[in-house]
């Protein structure tokens, strides 16, 4: 049987930065009549291939400029006590077979309750794109209510937004098994929809636009 840690054959590493405000921020919050509390956020992520790392980071960047004090947190390397300080929480979660990544669920399970006067955004990461390619539309819409629409219920929670990217898939960070398992899966599917290698084996789908695009709204929704 496949489990997470089969799939994971490297260690990432800690993405984590606890952000102090700069004065020019500070200047900017006073501006913009918002007090440095309002805009203190935490980011919480779960990834094995790095690609909800690495989007996470993107995302801090655009809250970093937007004013935001941002704590970045690999929840796989890092434990989180308590979120009482955080305005703004962002939970992010590579997706495998159709699951969140253990420690994200761990994660908002645990903090259920917590979130609920505060700021909430979910994103996932997966390879949706190839089905949007294929025109799969009515199996699009399926998998965001099982990933999405349906987590969202189960924990009775009202994010502010919610974002589905697409992620990476690296063959080379991959156990023999899952590499042949997620050959059959993805790779011809991937080639057929003219998908390019970033390097040997290495297909990132992210759509940096749509990221960055993505930060600025929830940017302003936080602020209102
Ligand atoms: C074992 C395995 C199973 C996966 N299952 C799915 C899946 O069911 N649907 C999908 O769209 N993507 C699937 N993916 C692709 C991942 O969602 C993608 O690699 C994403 O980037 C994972 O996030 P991470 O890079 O932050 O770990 C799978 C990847 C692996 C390795």
């Known amino acids: 049987m ?19 405000i700069p004065r020019e921020k500070m200047k900017r919050n006073e501006e913009n009549n918002k007090s440095p509390a309002n805009l203190k956020t935490l980011i919480a992520y779960g990834t094995c291939f790095g690609a909800t790392a690495g989007t996470a980071e993107e995302i801090m960047k655009i809250l970093d400029d937007e004013g935001f004090d941002v704590k970045l947190s690999n929840l796989k390397e890092e434990r989180i006590p308590d979120i009482s300080e955080y305005n703004l929480v962002v939970v992010d979660s590579g997706m495998e077979m159709g699951h969140w990544r253990s420690e994200t669920e761990d994660f908002l ?20 794109t190839v089905e949007e390619k294929e025109g799969k539309t009515g199996l699009f819409a399926k998998i965001r209510k099982v990933w999405l629409e349906d987590k969202i219920l189960k924990y009775y929670f009202k994010p502010i ?36 290698e970033v390097e040997s084996v290495v297909y990132d789908l992210r759509n940096w636009d749509e990221i960055r695009s993505w930060a600025r709204e929830l940017a302003q929704r936080a602020k209102e």
């Open 161 to 196: 937004t919610v974002g589905f990217f697409d992620g990476i898939l690296d063959y080379n960070k991959m156990s023999f098994l899952t590499r042949k398992f997620m050959e059959v899966g993805f790779k011809l599917q991937l080639q057929k929809n003219g998908f390019k």
């Open 2 to 20: 496949f489990t997470t840690t089969h799939f994971c054959k490297i260690k990432l590493m800690t993405v984590a930065s606890l952000s102090t």
């Open 109 to 128: 399970k645990k903090f259920q309750k917590n979130f609920e006067n505060k700021k909430l955004t979910l994103f996932i990461s997966s390879l949706k």
